[in-house]
């Protein structure tokens, strides 16, 4: 039926008039976001947009007009529908004196400490009060004081200060799934708290720091450190998974100190994990490579550029073609991914790869986009997880698949071990990895139209990677499902773009068959390579060129160069997500020591070398040159898989890389358990082996944790710790006593 006010809207448009303004509005949607989107203030404190409406605040309180007939009292924005013909007054006499009496209740136990609150200068509380508050509080009583929580080491508490507005609430509940925070008591003596005073256990927890409208939740590890109006904001990523998660990075003189989301509904709307927000503090870690080092006499000693670059054209000059490998880190910006692979080119050497994660390339796979946008994903109607920690592994691409499961999509699941989602599951597989590729061919969707395939790490990196992706592609196809395989590291679809891939040996072919000379780049090889032990002892064996923002243990022990570069947010750099989107970011931190941003490292050294391709002097002439770059990729050989209980190997969520590995603070959260290895309890029993003794399992001597979640016949281990790297590359391990 047609709108009676005005007849040419359409069915599911109504009109209303905001302070004299008409404008359609949605039915059924509420006044504060016909008013928003008209760009029409209203005063708000609980009322976000991505959380479900509380309306507790009462701060949006307008006054209202149907048929000519005025509401007898005002009625709060955030939760009163539109109606056609409607007629809302938001500074109308009625509205702004409700409006300020609700800001003088705020007030009234608010404590006074502005001058020391961390919220100081971008406190919504602040804002509103200068223009609805009193100059004078008539209520003279004493102001209630609320005992502080500790939340753990990301999230600081003064509860003092709170205004029970439940927006924190809304979000441990509503979007991190954990339900971690409610409000305890009644009346004057409401509090918000985590119920068992335990930290809070979300990967999502700091996004609490960024709805809460005063100073009530804070960054623990910025407190106290500068003043909102002290720093310069700049444009950034995460780096620390695929999503590429947009945000802000805040430097006062050069110096990181604090990390913000950065809207955008297509990659990561408006939240963050914790992940990319305090990776910062490893940024400053004692170990940054301040300056070149070179190998003399057999040890480590500084040098200046020029002689560091001179050794380093030496070593490649002297082993040119299929005498070098170049092992790249997966979250190399697309800028270096191109040099590099120009480089290699230059050497002659098809000895290239980023892909240094992955144990099982017999079928020459890479990274590709996924089928199905992440913005799509909470439109899916069902969601098939294969061989994924995704809660671990991309947090935000995780909430997506419970918006998804919210609005109603089934979530399908086949894993070793029964990881912890928030979310209900359809249908669950818990089998060992050699029986993820045959449980996935026998899955049935039923009627689902609209289905996505998710194909997580254990899955991608495991002995049996080939088979599962090859299954995954034939469950596409006979379903229809829009395959989603999750990107091995922050830029594995931009370096597999630009030709950061092997037409020779593969990471593991270059390891096996040891060559004489590498380059390194991003890389800890005791860390992040899939087989560490045969990392170590490849790169022990030859030259090595390194180019790192850190000079760790691992690198200094097999460098004979080590060229300081700079990390991703201290540079201009572009990163490709799992989308495909190409994304840029600004440079935040000032460059630590000597070291210079990676590209101008690589241009030096290919002109030192006098290859083609380096002949531009800016970034924007190596970015005119950059283009697509097709590969033959050489399959690698499948890894031989023996007797034994099946490894199932995740990366430690907060072990990822090197940034994250050295932020203190995430090695504090509740989330980071320490290397150990979860056994079914059943299997651990048959070893003679309990909970929390000692085990032997292969070269490695772990911690037994009996976990009826892990699959029999499996082993669940983290990586990213030195004490299971021995084991990460293996297919099958043994238990016993040590």
């Not at 780096?239 to 955008?264: C, K, M, Q, W």
């Not at 200094?556 to 989107?581: H, K, Q, Y």
């Not at 070398?609 to 697509?628: C, K």
Request: aromatic letters at 4%; glycine letters at 8%.
């Amino acid at each position: 039926m047609a709108d009676p006010v005005n007849p040419n809207l359409p069915p599911d448009q109504v009109t209303v008039f905001i302070d004299g303004v008409e404008m359609a509005a949605p039915k059924n949607s509420m006044i504060i976001q016909a008013a928003d989107k008209a760009g029409i203030p209203i005063p708000r404190f609980c009322y976000h947009p991505k959380l479900p409406i509380a309306a507790n605040c009462r701060m949006c309180m307008v006054d209202t007009e149907v048929g000519g007939r005025p509401s007898p009292k005002p009625s709060p924005a955030c939760a009163t529908p539109v109606m056609d013909g409607m007629k809302i007054y938001t500074r109308n006499d009625k509205a702004m004196q409700a409006q300020r009496n609700v800001m003088e209740f705020l007030l009234i136990n608010h404590p006074l400490d502005c001058p020391v609150c961390d919220q100081g200068g971008e406190c919504e509380l602040q804002d509103l009060a200068l223009g609805y508050g009193r100059s004078v509080n008539r209520f003279v009583e004493r102001k209630r004081s609320v005992a502080d929580e500790n939340l753990g080491p990301l999230v600081a508490s003064d509860m003092t200060r709170c205004i029970h507005c439940t927006r924190c609430v809304r979000v441990t509940a509503e979007i991190a799934g954990t339900y971690e925070l409610g409000g305890m008591y009644r009346g004057e003596n409401l509090q918000i708290g985590t119920f068992d005073g335990k930290p809070l256990t979300t990967e999502l927890s700091g996004n609490v720091i960024d709805v809460c409208p005063v100073g009530a939740l804070t960054d623990k590890v910025f407190r106290f450190k500068a003043r909102p109006w002290e720093m310069i904001a700049r444009p950034s990523l995460g780096y620390h998974d695929a999503l590429g998660s947009n945000l802000f990075l805040h430097t006062r003189r050069g110096e990181i100190l604090r990390t913000v989301p950065r809207g955008n509904e297509a990659v990561n709307e408006c939240w963050l994990s914790d992940r990319d927000r305090y990776a910062r503090v490893g940024l400053y870690a004692e170990d940054r490579a301040l300056a070149p080092q070179v190998r003399d006499n057999g040890s480590l000693r500084e040098a200046s550029w020029d002689e560091a670059l001179a050794r380093a054209a030496q070593i490649l000059k002297a082993n040119v073609g299929d005498a070098l490998g170049v092992l790249v880190h997966p979250a190399t910006s697309n800028e270096e991914g191109a040099l590099l692979a120009r480089l290699a080119a230059g050497l002659g050497s098809g000895n290239i790869d980023h892909r240094i994660a992955q144990l099982d390339l017999s079928d020459g796979a890479a990274a590709e986009t996924f089928a199905m946008p992440v913005a799509e994903l909470d439109r899916a109607d069902a969601i098939v997880i294969v061989g994924s920690n995704l809660r671990h592994e991309v947090p935000l691409l995780h909430q997506r698949v419970r918006k998804a499961w919210k609005a109603g999509a089934r979530v399908y699941v086949v894993n070793p071990v029964d990881f912890d989602f928030t979310f209900d599951i359809a249908g669950k597989h818990i089998v060992p990895p050699s029986q993820l590729a045959t449980t996935l061919a026998a899955l049935d969707l039923g009627d689902a139209r609209h289905a996505a395939l998710i194909v997580g790490e254990v899955a991608e990196n495991g002995a049996h990677a080939a088979a599962i992706r090859a299954a995954a592609s034939a469950f596409a196809e006979r379903t229809g499902a829009k395959l989603c395989r999750i990107p091995q590291g922050a830029n594995a679809v931009g370096l597999s773009r630009l030709g950061v891939l092997p037409s020779a040996r593969d990471a593991q072919g270059m390891l096996r068959d040891r060559r004489s000379a590498y380059l390194v780049h991003g890389i800890e090889p005791a860390l992040d390579m899939v087989d560490p032990i045969a990392a170590m002892e490849a790169l022990g064996a030859a030259q090595v060129v390194a180019l790192n923002a850190y000079a760790s243990e691992s690198l200094r022990a097999v460098a004979d160069v080590i060229l300081p570069i700079g990390t991703f947010p201290e540079t201009e750099a572009s990163l490709t997500n799992l989308d495909g989107f190409e994304q840029q970011g600004q440079p935040a931190g000032k460059l630590q020591g000597a070291a210079h941003s990676g590209w101008r490292v690589l241009r030096a050294l290919g002109g030192d070398l006098a290859l083609p391709g380096f002949e531009f002097t800016s970034l924007d002439g190596l970015r005119a040159s950059m283009q697509p770059t097709s590969v033959a990729v050489a399959a690698g050989s499948a890894p031989r898989v023996g007797s034994g209980l099946e490894l199932a190997v995740t990366r430690a969520m907060y072990r990822t890389d090197a940034a994250v590995r050295r932020s203190e603070a995430l090695q504090a959260h509740p989330l980071s358990k320490g290397p150990r290895a979860c056994v079914h309890p059943d299997d651990a029993t048959a070893a003679g082996l309990a909970d929390a003794a000692m085990g032997r399992f292969g070269a490695a001597t772990l911690p037994v944790a009996h976990d009826p979640r892990v699959a029999r016949g499996c082993v669940w281990i983290e990586s990213g710790h030195d004490a299971t790297a021995p084991l990460a590359a293996a297919a099958t391990v043994s238990l016993a006593r040590p």
